[in-house]
C-alpha cells in the first residue's frame, strides 16, 4: 500500500545517522498546523507562528510503501528514504537499520530550510496571541 507522508528528520550529531523524529501523513498535515498554533495559544509561548507554507518545508514529502494492515512503521519510512535516493543503509538493528543522508537529501534540507528563512525574512507567519 502506498501512502504520501510528511517525514521530520533528525541527525545524530555523533554518528550522522538519521532518524524519524516525526511523521504526518499528508491528509492530516493541516491539522498538524491547527494543532501547533492552537498549543501556542494555549501556552502562550510564542506571538507568531509560522505560516503554513513554512512549516510543510519543516518536513520532506514522501511516498511510503507499507503493509496496510499495521499503518506507517519508520522501518517503512526509511526503505523508502533509501529507495528514492535520500538516504543509504549501513547496517542492520532490531528497529530497522542505520541510515545515512545522501548528498541529495542534504541539499533537499538547505534548500528548505533556506526557503523557511527567506519566509520569515520577508515577514510572512502567522499572529497567533
Do not use: C, W
Not at 538493528?93 to 530550510?113: I, R
Request: zero cysteines; proline letters at 2%.
Amino acid at each position: 500500500m502506498k501512502r504520501n507522508v510528511y517525514v521530520q528528520l533528525e541527525e545524530s550529531p555523533s554518528s550522522g545517522y538519521i532518524s524519524i523524529k516525526g511523521a504526518v501523513p499528508e491528509a492530516n498535515i493541516e491539522e498538524s498546523y491547527r494543532d501547533v498554533i492552537k498549543n501556542g495559544k494555549l501556552f502562550g509561548s510564542r506571538k507568531k507562528e509560522e505560516a503554513f507554507e513554512g512549516f510543510k518545508l519543516r518536513y520532506i514529502h514522501i511516498e511510503v510503501n507499507h503493509d496496510g494492515r499495521k499503518g506507517i512503521k519508520n522501518h517503512d519510512i526509511l526503505q523508502s528514504l533509501s529507495s528514492h535516493n535520500l538516504a543509504i543503509k549501513k547496517g542492520e538493528s532490531m528497529f530497522g537499520g542505520f541510515y545515512l543522508p545522501t548528498n541529495k537529501l542534504k541539499s533537499m534540507l538547505e534548500k528548505q530550510l533556506s526557503k523557511r528563512k527567506e519566509l520569515i525574512n520577508n515577514n510572512v507567519y502567522k499572529v497567533i496571541a
